[in-house]
């Protein structure tokens, strides 16, 4: 059974890829936290939990799903408030 869509899966998948590296990070949290970016006042409510998902192994994705279930969360809404990144918001 699937737990995400295709999309989901690339969303988190992508962006944990990009994650890893500190400057990659640094780069992503400037664009999200932009105020031009669409989704800044978005991701600045739920930042913490975010940066949690993209931190997290992918192996762990089961065990995140429950602790997340406890939160009034889920692996599949929480992946879908990882901001999309745009070429510039210039």
């Not at 890893?20 to 930042?47: D, G």
């Amino acid at each position: 059974m699937r737990r995400m869509s295709y999309q989901d899966e690339a969303r988190l998948e992508y962006g944990r890829i990009l994650w890893k590296k500190a400057a990659n990070r640094t780069r992503l949290i400037a664009h999200w936290t932009n105020p031009r970016h669409p989704y800044c006042s978005r991701f600045q409510e739920h930042r913490s939990l975010v940066e949690k998902l993209l931190s997290t192994p992918p192996g762990n994705d089961n065990t995140l799903d429950v602790q997340l279930q406890a939160e009034g969360w889920s692996l599949r809404a929480l992946t879908r408030e990882i901001p999309p990144v745009f070429g510039s918001l210039d």
